[in-house]
C-alpha cells in the first residue's frame, strides 16, 4: 500500500481505491438504504405534485441517490481518516489470540445448543459466563507476554 510508484502507476493505484470507494457507496445505497427512494412518504408527496411528472420525478429520485451516495461517500472518508490502523503483526496476534478463541468457543456453544435443545436457557448462561472468563484469561496473558520483555530488558 505505502510503495513508492511513478506517478502514472500512483494515479491509477488512488483512482482504483477511489473507484471502488464509490461502486462500493452505491451498492450499499441502492440494496440498504433505498436506493432512489426518498422515504417518510415524501414519495407520495412528490408523485401528487404533477409538476412535469416524468424529468422533475426523475430529477428528484436521481438527487436523493446522489445525495445518500455523497453522504456514504464522507461517512467512508471520515471512518478511513479517524480510525487508526493495526499493524499486522498487531492484526494477526488479534485475530489469532482473541477471535480464534472466541469463535471456537461460539461453535461449541452453537454444538451445545443444538444437541441439547431443552438445556438451552442453562448453556447459553454458562456459555456467557464461560465466554467472559476465557476472554478475561486471554487478555491477561496478551498483557503479561508484552510486559515479559520489558523486564528482561533492564
Not at 34 to 47: C, E, K, T
Not at 84 to 97: A, E, H, I, S, T
Amino acid at each position: 500500500y505505502h510503495t513508492e510508484y511513478s506517478s502514472m502507476k500512483f494515479a491509477m493505484f488512488f483512482m482504483g481505491e477511489y473507484a471502488a470507494m464509490v461502486i462500493g457507496s452505491a451498492l450499499i445505497v441502492t440494496l440498504f438504504l433505498g436506493g432512489w427512494s426518498i422515504g417518510f412518504g415524501i414519495d407520495a408527496w412528490v408523485a401528487k405534485l404533477h409538476i412535469g411528472d416524468f424529468y422533475f420525478g426523475g430529477l428528484i429520485h436521481l438527487g436523493c441517490f446522489l445525495t445518500k451516495l455523497v453522504g456514504f461517500i464522507l461517512f467512508f472518508i471520515l471512518v478511513r481518516w479517524t480510525v487508526p490502523r493495526f499493524r499486522y503483526d498487531q492484526l494477526m496476534k488479534l485475530g489469532w489470540v482473541v477471535f480464534f478463541e472466541a469463535a471456537l468457543i461460539n461453535v461449541f456453544l452453537a454444538a451445545l445448543i443444538i444437541a441439547a435443545p431443552q438445556l438451552a436457557g442453562v448453556i447459553i448462561a454458562i456459555g456467557a459466563v464461560l465466554l467472559i472468563v476465557v476472554t478475561g484469561a486471554v487478555i491477561w496473558v496478551a498483557k503479561v507476554s508484552e510486559e515479559r520483555p520489558k523486564l528482561l530488558r533492564a
